[in-house]
């Protein structure tokens, strides 16, 4: 392998960058392409939806900050066991199959989120949302990517336009809705993934099943990989500043519905402008773990402004969190899947299995550890998290850059449905 940083794409292309199209336009799709890109949209809106709402949901259930965050951890609890069963399940029932199971299964919950009477009803109903919604998600880009016209290039930009457009957006509908009633959000949103299940059915056809079926435990197996394990173990602490940010800040800012939605919207323009622009053109000049180690060094810097500013340097510290968000998400997960030699689909489930558990960890710990000692100690705690995902890149900077350089050539040969399924 030459001297070069394999992550580094002046030497010679960013590892699971997508392949170059094929031709046709980004919005020349088939209605398949638009009804599965328009149910992601609604399918990301569903992870911040409750942020602008998080303390209207305390005060109408009676339930404490801790009790209401559990509102994440539930989710993603069960959004990371799940994805050790998303391949297994889609390479069984085929991927419509899948993707309907998923829309069924959030407009059911979510639905029912809207009539709980108590905070713990609302956690059970939101652990089932997270299991339609990684049903779904992780199986939306593979089918975009096999009805898509214009090669996998165009249709990974249409669903990276449509993660981010779901991130920025739902905040606002959480806010728009839920000024009225906490309940709205959750009855609206069951309601648009209803129209995306009709959309699936009626313009989505069968996509192939994959020659060969997944076990439930390939996506560990894969974690023996140590480019993989190092990639996944970095996320980990990385996704626990993440989701300290998305989960505890809304109780710290303590702003109407309004005023948090409009904070978080702005937040998600930036995660989703970062992620899709800036990033890659970042990761050419400076090659991906510089970026990365970088990005996640300032992320650490921003959430001590955050714990530590006074309201104003709070929310301008949680809209810029977005920027170094976005530039995390996009480069971990070509950093996960660039270096790993399973296949793609495994790779990012094994990735995921491992990070997913740190996003519902920090929504339950953040408050716990504000009871047992100040506002301020969460966001050092995330700090110090972003610190220690940056330290794992750069010890293992040997494992994450082993034969990238090969697997780089491997790659471009395979399906890069995985490619960017994970940024969110």
Not at 369 to 378: L, R, S, Y
Not at 380 to 395: N, Q
Request: aromatic share 10%.
């Amino acid at each position: 392998m030459r001297g070069e940083d394999p992550f580094d794409d002046r030497a010679g292309g960013a590892p699971g960058a997508p392949p170059a199209a094929a031709g046709g336009g980004l919005l020349r799709q088939p209605k398949a392409v638009w009804a599965t890109a328009g149910a992601s949209v609604v399918a990301f809106m569903g992870i911040g939806l409750v942020d602008p709402i998080l303390p209207s949901i305390a005060e109408g259930l009676a339930a404490t900050p801790s009790q209401v965050s559990l509102l994440f951890t539930s989710y993603f609890l069960i959004t990371a066991v799940a994805m050790l069963l998303t391949g297994w399940i889609s390479s069984r029932i085929g991927g419509r199959g899948t993707l309907l199971a998923g829309l069924a299964l959030v407009v059911v919950f979510a639905g029912l989120s809207g009539t709980s009477s108590s905070v713990a009803e609302l956690v059970g109903f939101r652990a089932g949302w997270g299991l339609g919604n990684a049903l779904f998600v992780s199986t939306a880009l593979a089918v975009i990517v096999g009805a898509a016209a214009g090669g996998s290039a165009a249709a990974i930009l249409l669903y990276e336009s449509a993660l981010g457009l779901g991130m920025a957006c739902g905040p606002l509908l959480g806010a728009l809705l839920g000024d009225a009633s906490w309940r709205y959000p959750f009855f609206g949103t069951a309601a648009l993934m209803a129209i995306g299940f009709l959309c699936v059915t009626v313009f989505l056809k069968e996509q192939p099943k994959p020659a060969r079926r997944t076990g439930l435990l390939d996506p560990v197996r894969a974690l023996g990989h140590g480019g993989l394990a190092s990639a996944a173990a970095s996320a980990f602490f990385y996704n626990y500043a993440f989701f300290t940010v998305l989960a505890f800040t809304p109780f710290v800012l303590n702003m109407t519905p309004y005023r948090s939605g409009a904070v978080f919207f702005a937040w998600g323009v930036l995660l989703a402008l970062f992620s899709v622009l800036v990033a890659p053109r970042l990761q050419k000049r400076f090659g991906s773990l510089k970026v990365l180690g970088g990005s996640l060094l300032l992320l650490a810097a921003d959430l001590l402004v955050i714990g530590y500013g006074n309201h104003a340097a709070a929310v301008a510290g949680t809209i810029v969190s977005g920027a170094f968000i976005g530039l995390n998400n996009t480069v971990f997960t070509e950093l996960a899947l660039g270096v790993s030699d399973a296949p793609r689909p495994v790779a990012s489930a094994g990735y995921n299995f491992v990070r997913w558990f740190a996003a519902a960890a920090a929504p339950f710990l953040a408050p716990k550890i504000e009871e047992w000692t100040d506002v301020h100690v969460p966001f050092v705690v995330a700090a110090v998290a972003a610190v220690v995902g940056a330290a794992i890149v750069r010890a293992r900077r040997g494992s994450l850059t082993h034969e990238a350089e090969e697997l780089r050539t491997v790659h471009a040969t395979q399906d890069s449905v995985s490619v960017f399924a994970d940024r969110a």
